[in-house]
Nanobody, 114 residues
Framework: QVQMMESGGGLVQPGGSLRLSCATS????????MSWHRQAPGKQRELVAR???????DYADSVKGRFTIGRDNAKSTLYLQMYDLKPEDTAIYYC????????WGQGTQVTVSS
């Protein structure tokens, strides 16, 4: 049974930092491409960053140079380090994997506001 649980969200001022984690179980984490997505109020869910089993990464243009995706295969955990946060980064952040179908975590709220 695939399970994914995000943590690390919260309220932060513009320019601040947060580190999100996604603890997973129930599948072979080390062989899966993992990704972070986000959904802001009234907007569609969008891809933020993706990491392959070999640790190749790609990012949405809006977060390049500010966010870093990482993985710890020994812990089956996905990370998203976010720097220089902006109000437009406010959203619910979800981790995601495709194993025959889409699996999502429950999400963690990130709010960037002064």
């Amino acid at each position: 049974q695939v399970q994914m649980m995000e943590s690390g969200g919260g309220l932060v001022q513009p320019g601040g930092s947060l580190r999100l984690s996604c603890a997973t179980s129930g599948f072979a984490f080390n062989v899966r491409t993992m990704s972070w997505h986000r959904q802001a109020p009234g907007k569609q869910r969008e891809l933020v960053a993706r990491i392959t089993p070999g640790a190749l990464t790609d990012y949405a243009d809006s977060v390049k140079g500010r966010f870093t995706i990482g993985r710890d295969n020994a812990k089956s955990t996905l990370y998203l380090q976010m720097y220089d946060l902006k109000p437009e980064d406010t959203a619910i952040y979800y981790c995601h994997v495709i194993i025959n179908r889409n699996y999502w975590g429950q999400g963690t709220q990130v709010t960037v506001s002064s």
